[in-house]
């Protein structure tokens, strides 16, 4: 069965520092796995994706994520937080062969202190 | 595109009554998808229509619980004899028929509160 675990339900940085969320999967298949930020009453907003095309991958708003297998891991990093940032952060896993359905995370709060 | 609507955005209810959310997805959209969040969780996938049809449903919807898609466009999550426990944000995704199913778009919830 697929999970996600993304440790650290809070994150603290300060305005201009680097920004590491983490994300671990287990899947008995390759996954496809998304990063998702979520702003206080709003929807989610997709940040960026992996499909098994480049390991490192660029989103929005100079987010970016790189899947290591050997790890089973999908950390999302930015290397300077703006206020702006701050806002709840999902990590999600779907496998490629079945109906898109996505497996959640339990969230990751992103906090920027000025 | 105008995105994925989602109506009401606020529901309170009490204990006992039936509640019926909509969402309509964006326009072309074939695939539709139904989570719940809870308070401090990530969303939890419910059901999903490709067309009309509902070609999967999760445990956590119980028999009090029903979804239609009829025409394959908008779609409605009913909920029948609410409980305390089904206070949570309700999200309806959508894809595209072409590209990366796996991409979907979701729209701003409708929070539900019972008392």
């Known amino acids: 069965a697929q999970s996600v675990t993304q440790l650290g339900s809070h994150v603290s940085v300060s305005e201009g520092a680097l920004v590491l969320l983490r994300c671990n999967y287990s899947?008995?298949?390759?996954?496809?796995l998304f990063w998702y930020v979520q702003y206080p009453n709003q929807g989610l907003q997709l940040l960026l994706k992996?499909?098994?095309?480049?390991?490192l991958v660029k989103g929005i708003n100079g987010f970016e994520a790189e899947f290591k297998k050997s790890e089973t891991s999908f950390h999302l990093t930015k290397p300077s937080a703006h206020m702006s940032d701050a806002a709840e952060y999902f990590c999600?896993?779907?496998?490629?062969?079945?109906?898109?359905?996505?497996?959640f995370g339990q969230g990751t709060t992103l906090q920027v202190k000025p | 595109d105008t995105g994925v609507s989602q109506d009401p955005r606020h529901k309170i209810t009490k204990r006992g009554q039936n509640v019926t959310f909509r969402c309509d997805p964006i326009s072309e959209h074939n695939r539709l998808y139904w989570y719940r969040q809870t308070l401090g969780q990530g969303p939890e996938f419910l059901t999903y229509f490709q067309n009309e049809a509902q070609l999967e449903k999760s445990r956590l919807l119980s028999d009090r619980f029903s979804a239609e898609r009829p025409k394959g466009s908008f779609s409605t999550l009913e909920i029948q004899r609410t409980e305390q426990g089904d206070s949570a944000m309700y999200l309806c995704a959508s894809t595209p028929p072409t590209g990366l199913i796996h991409e979907q778009y979701f729209g701003p919830g409708t929070r539900l509160t019972v008392t």
């Open positions: 999600a896993v779907s496998l490629s062969s079945n109906t898109g359905k996505l497996i």
């Open positions: 992996y499909t098994s095309a480049a390991t």
């Open positions: 899947s008995s298949v390759p996954p496809y």
